[in-house]
């Protein structure tokens, strides 16, 4: 009987594992592993969600040295592959296939979560689909949702990738403009769920006071951040604080840093670990975003959280707009614009602020849109 009563317990609460191979330090909160995005920082509030509501939550990821199976804040972590291990070539089979596979088959989950675009899409998908277990495909940025997929640079990848799009028993986008690019490019139907925020880490107004611009991103052409030194430069009475680095060395990236060093009012952090993040918000003025393709930046997340707006050239589904919760601008000059306009009155900095706190509350709390999961969850378990 009490097995009897288990078993349907189990089949109420399924097992749900992510496949985030980038995702582990952010879940071991080791600092020695550099990578960290606005993916992986969903999918780890995302967990902490699904678990607190009774769900029994796994991770894949990447292997870093630690044990084959690990425990962390009762979760349990599966390492698949190490990036650098196996032949050139050969270890597209093994040790990477073969390792995803192996810990996705070890981690006994019922349903498989996985974020963005990518050949390990179609992996954990024929996976899935071989194993009869069901598979969650979330978009991260506008871009997993175009047919020439720009970012994915094998044409096997792409291929994979495609394959794992339409195996997929339920696909979710984070915007309106996501869904519509599904529909149109891959004949999709998606269920929009927006990213979430953790907690404000601060209710007050003290950053009205701040000269400090924030920018977060990689040293990459489409993030553009050639545009916030050249807006730096005209922007002396400013101090920019520059989060992140390049995921490779370039040309690109070298010209950067050698003009950013010839501004006073610029400093490089490099990569900042999340937990350290909020130390950064607490004392800048607004967020920058120069960026010209995005998903749904989990960065302009936290900055609302905390009452701090938004200055950008990409707006998903014209929320800053619609709401007043920062500006949106398409040229440097129109940046400078802006900086200009609040330096000399902060009237629109306080009317931005206010608007961005209450644009977080209504639209990215947990509690409003992980529902929205948990009903896919419950749709997926009973088909």
Not at 46 to 66: K, N, P, R
Not at 156 to 163: D, G, K, S, V
Not at 307 to 331: K, R
């Amino acid at each position: 009987m009490d097995q009897h009563q288990n078993n349907k317990a189990d089949k109420r609460m399924p097992k749900i594992c992510f496949v985030a191979l980038n995702c582990y330090n952010l879940i071991s909160k080791r600092d020695d592993i550099a990578h960290i995005g606005g993916a992986e920082v969903q999918q780890w509030l995302m967990a902490q969600w699904l678990q607190e509501q009774g769900y029994s939550i796994s991770f894949v990821t990447h292997d870093h040295g630690q044990s084959l199976r690990e425990n962390i804040s009762s979760i349990s972590v599966y390492k698949a592959f190490n990036k650098n291990s196996g032949l050139p070539v050969l270890r597209f089979f093994h040790p990477r296939w073969s390792g995803l596979w192996s810990a996705l088959n070890r981690s006994k989950a019922d349903i498989f979560y996985l974020r963005g675009a990518g050949l390990e899409c179609g992996q954990v998908a024929i996976w899935c689909r071989l194993n009869k277990k069901k598979f969650i495909f979330a978009s991260s940025s506008d871009s997993d949702c175009m047919r020439e997929l720009p970012f994915i640079g094998k044409a096997y990848a792409r291929q994979l990738y495609r394959l794992g799009l339409s195996l997929s028993d339920s696909v979710i986008s984070q915007t309106t403009s996501q869904q519509n690019l599904l529909k149109r490019n891959y004949k999709l139907d998606s269920t929009v769920l927006r990213n979430c925020g953790e907690r404000p880490s601060s209710t007050d107004n003290t950053n009205i006071h701040s000269n400090v611009i924030l920018w977060i991103g990689r040293f990459s052409p489409e993030k553009r951040l050639d545009w916030l030194l050249e807006i730096a430069e005209a922007c002396p009475e400013y101090q920019f604080e520059i989060v992140g680095e390049s995921n490779y060395q370039s040309e690109y990236a070298e010209k950067l840093l050698k003009k950013s060093n010839q501004l006073c009012n610029v400093n490089i952090n490099g990569r900042v670990p999340h937990s350290k993040m909020n130390e950064l918000y607490s004392r800048c003025k607004l967020l920058c975003s120069t960026s010209e393709l995005e998903g749904f930046p989990n960065v302009y997340i936290e900055a609302w959280s905390s009452g701090i707006p938004v200055l950008t050239s990409f707006d998903p589904d014209g929320v800053i707009n619609s709401s007043g919760a920062g500006w949106v601008q398409n040229s440097v000059s129109g940046f400078i614009n802006v900086l200009q306009l609040i330096q000399k009155d902060s009237s629109y900095w306080t009317a931005a602020s206010i608007a961005s706190r209450k644009y977080y509350d209504a639209h990215h709390r947990l509690e409003t849109n992980m529902p929205i999961l948990k009903n896919i969850i419950g749709q997926l378990t009973i088909s």
